[in-house]
């Protein structure tokens, strides 16, 4: 049994670290590895945000009933729909099939697409709201930081921002979640070369203006 990261109070890292891939998207190397990053607010409804890449599905279980126990998930918000984010929902679904899924009209076109998950959907657009009982999620259109369909979600009442990949960097979490418990400065240079190759420069081409003549 793992036990749970408490990253603040009824919020729980979930995530899980990759020591193995040596190729960020086949195309960057990952000298220090890299993290999935996947949190629980656990309130009267309990809220999944993102998941992890499917080959870790085992462990991520592990972690989310670490913290759960068998009391079901009654949403998953999926602020990305990159593999990193999405890979295991299938997984999830057939875990927890009462779960719903909360993301905007893109996500839930891509998550048809890639999963053929139609059913218990949830729609939502920007700043709108949702209760899970003394904490409110309230969701942001962020796109093309850095597909399409980003989206950051804050719980009100704690004052946490889960920003997708907006502020991400390459790198395994060792030993904590939060930056007073981590070394910032180990990760400057990855996280240079992240937002440069994988957010910078996809925003750059969403926002350039078309060729003519």
Known sequence: MYKPIEVTDDIFYVGVNDRTKHLFESLWPLPQGVSYNSYIVRDKKTALIDTVDICYSD????????????????YLVVNHMEPDHSGSIEFLVSRYPNIQIVGNKRTLEMLKGFYGITDN?????????????KYTLQFYMTPMVHWPETMMT????????????????????DGGVLDTQLCP?????????????????????????????
């Open 154 to 173: 804050y719980v009100k009442e704690a004052k946490t921002l889960f920003s997708a990949d907006a502020f991400g960097t390459f790198g395994t979490l």
């Open 59 to 74: 462990l991520f279980m592990r972690k989310i009933r670490s913290v759960l126990g068998d009391t079901g998930i009654d």
């Open 185 to 213: 400065e180990r990760y400057r240079d990855e996280m240079i070369r992240y937002y440069s190759n994988i957010v910078g420069i996809r925003f750059a081409c969403a926002n350039c203006p078309e060729k003519t003549g």
């Open 121 to 133: 959907v949830i729609e939502v657009k920007d700043s709108d709201e949702m209760s899970l009982g």
